[in-house]
């Protein structure tokens, strides 16, 4: 049997978990608007399997060069 305090947590992370997709959902139904500002697209990926949500910026670079 789980303790209170292993309980608390587990409802404190599902809690956290929810935040953050909703967070997610808020900001993508201003993707057009954040896309323009940034000048960009964005990648971004709900992942609803997953316990966060991530908007990715992909940038290519060359490693080697020094003055970039």
Same mark, same amino acid.
């Given at each position: 049997? *789980?303790? /209170?305090?292993? *309980?608390?947590?587990?409802?404190?992370? /599902?809690?956290?978990?929810? !935040? *953050?997709?909703? &967070?997610? $959902?808020?900001?993508?139904? /201003?993707?057009?608007d954040?896309? $323009?500002?940034?000048?960009?697209? &964005?990648?971004w990926?709900?992942l609803?399997?997953?316990?966060?949500? *991530?908007? +990715? +910026?992909? $940038?290519?670079?060359? &490693?080697?060069? !020094?003055?970039?």
């Amino acid at each position: 049997m *789980r303790s /209170h305090e292993e *309980r608390v947590a587990e409802t404190k992370r /599902h809690i956290a978990a929810r !935040q *953050r997709k909703e &967070l997610f $959902k808020s900001i993508y139904v /201003h993707k057009e608007d954040v896309e $323009k500002i940034m000048g960009f697209a &964005l990648d971004w990926r709900e992942l609803p399997e997953r316990k966060a949500s *991530r908007i +990715i +910026i992909e $940038k290519t670079a060359d &490693l080697d060069d !020094q003055a970039a």
